[in-house]
Nanobody, 123 residues
Framework: QVQLVESGGGLVQSGGSLRLSCAAS????????MSWYRQGPGKGRELVAR???????????NYADFVKGRFTISRDNAKNMVYLQMNSLKPEDTAVYYC?????????????WGQGTQVTVSS
């Protein structure tokens, strides 16, 4: 079965950095896009960054405007891992961060989430 396990969250001061990791299993990782979402206190879940499966020109990345230039998503298909490097963190980045695997080409129920990892940025 599909499993996504996030790690790397924690408490950091404003301006600091964290690197989140997501270990994926149970599906052909390299053929699917992967994403990071977050849900802040009292807010809905929002897309942070997405990385496509590897094409002939490599993977394509997309970012929410509020993290552009600060966060970098990457993947290691040999290790079935996806990462989120977060730099210049702000208090408003405080949220639970979730790894997502969108396998909904097979049906709407095939959208998978990890358990989430808490990121807290102090001012």
């Amino acid at each position: 079965q599909v499993q996504l396990v996030e790690s790397g969250g924690g408490l950091v001061q404003s301006g600091g950095s964290l690197r989140l990791s997501c270990a994926a299993s149970g599906f052909t990782f390299r053929t699917y896009a992967m994403s990071w979402y977050r849900q802040g206190p009292g807010k809905g879940r929002e897309l942070v960054a997405r990385i496509s499966s590897a094409g002939s020109a490599g993977s394509i990345t997309n970012y929410a405007d509020f993290v552009k230039g600060r966060f970098t998503i990457s993947r290691d298909n040999a290790k079935n891992m996806v990462y989120l490097q977060m730099n210049s963190l702000k208090p408003e980045d405080t949220a639970v961060y979730y790894c997502n695997a969108d396998l909904t080409r097979w049906g709407p129920e095939y959208n998978y989430w990890g358990q989430g990892t808490q990121v807290t940025v102090s001012s």
